[in-house]
């Protein structure tokens, strides 16, 4: 099984981000049916590839649109540093059991949070009960929302440091596969293209994920 893809150190900001987790959704794809094929299994190329790779060239052209909106791009969990206003797009492979993510960052001004972090499953990665947690730097837990795919929005926020939780149980036999992305909206407001732009992209992640669960 693959490990999970470079860290926020390793790859921020950039827009190789989309490249890099394709990549690690084909390797695992294809490690799987090696696996099968070593071991005397049938795989049937027709359809999985069919059904996996229109998936894995959406979510990256979907990141790759979200990172032309300007937004930063991190793999995986760390610290954020401030954010004021700045879109961020997050997105992680994880391994097999419950995990929690931990996007630490800093807002200057009081402001609110929203976003969207959906679990994109297909073959061989699936997340049940993802979730979004805010807390202070106290710890304490600020809000928590069990529908982020739908959208997530913590309100009346001093300036100060937080961390946003992505916490559910990756059941697939890769693990589980997330993507989504959130703004700390302070003053001043940026441009409405800048969200237009994210959005979009993130919208188009969350449409594969509610066609893979219906499919």
């Known amino acids: 099984m693959p490990g999970p893809p470079p860290g ?3 790859c921020y900001g950039s827009l190789c981000t989309a490249c890099a987790i394709a990549t690690e959704v084909v390797r695992a794809v294809d490690a799987k049916d090696q696996a099968a094929v070593g071991h005397g299994g049938v795989v049937d190329i027709n359809q999985r590839v069919k059904r996996n790779t229109m ?10 649109l979200t990172a032309a909106s300007g937004a930063t791009l991190a793999v995986g969990p760390g610290p954020l540093g401030t954010i004021d206003n700045q879109p961020i797009a997050i997105s992680n492979i994880v391994p097999m059991g419950i ?48 529908t982020p795919a739908d959208g997530f929005s913590f309100v009346n926020l001093a300036a100060g440091t937080y961390a946003l939780n992505v916490l559910g149980f990756a059941t697939g036999a890769s693990g589980g596969f997330y993507s989504g992305g959130f703004v700390a909206t302070t003053a001043p407001i940026p441009e409405p293209g800048t969200y237009a732009l994210m959005l979009a992209g993130l919208g188009i992640i969350g449409a594969i994920a509610r066609r893979s669960r219906s499919a």
């Open 99 to 146: 995990f929690q993510d931990v996007y630490s960052f800093t807002i200057t001004d009081p402001g609110s949070l929203s976003g969207n972090a959906v679990a994109v499953n297909f073959s061989p990665y699936n997340i049940l009960g993802l979730t979004v947690t805010l807390q202070d730097s106290s710890f304490a837990v600020l809000g928590s929302d069990a």
């Open 55 to 64: 998936d894995i060239r959406n979510i990256a052209a979907a990141l790759a």
């Open 8 to 10: 926020v150190g390793s």
